[in-house]
């Protein structure tokens, strides 16, 4: 059985860091990504990274303030946050695609995890 579990989320001020892992079970994946879904607004990419780790995007709002990174052999991919801004309030999802794709779209995800909450307060 496939599964993302996400973990690392919380309440922190504005000027903090946080680092959310994504714990990956049942089988490998290529490019990794994570999306977050603030309050009444849709689904929005943040960033991704291939399965050699050679390719790296960001939303040009987190460019400089986070950081993904992945550890094969923990099948794990995590994010880095710093610097955070009330902005980044909302439900972080971890995705995965089954092989390499360079697409910040959703529809290029196979697998999904249940979402983690990141509240930052100004």
């Known amino acids: 059985q496939v599964q993302l579990v996400e973990s690392g989320g919380g309440l922190v001020q504005a000027g903090a860091s946080l680092r959310l892992s994504c714990a990956a079970s049942?089988?490998?994946?290529?490019?990794m990504a994570w999306f977050r879904q603030a309050p009444g607004r849709d689904l929005e990419f943040v960033t991704r990274?291939?399965?050699?780790?050679?390719?790296?995007a960001y939303e040009d709002s987190v460019k400089g303030r986070f950081t993904i990174s992945r550890d094969n052999a923990k099948n794990t991919v995590y994010l880095q946050m710093n610097n955070l801004k009330p902005e980044d309030t909302g439900i972080y999802y971890c995705?995965?695609?089954?092989?390499?794709?360079?697409?910040?779209?959703?529809?290029?995800?196979?697998?999904w995890g249940q979402g983690i909450e990141v509240t930052v307060s100004s």
């Open positions: 995705a995965a695609a089954s092989v390499d794709v360079y697409s910040s779209s959703r529809s290029n995800y196979d697998y």
């Open positions: 049942g089988r490998t994946f290529g490019t």
């Open positions: 990274i291939t399965w050699s780790g050679a390719h790296i």
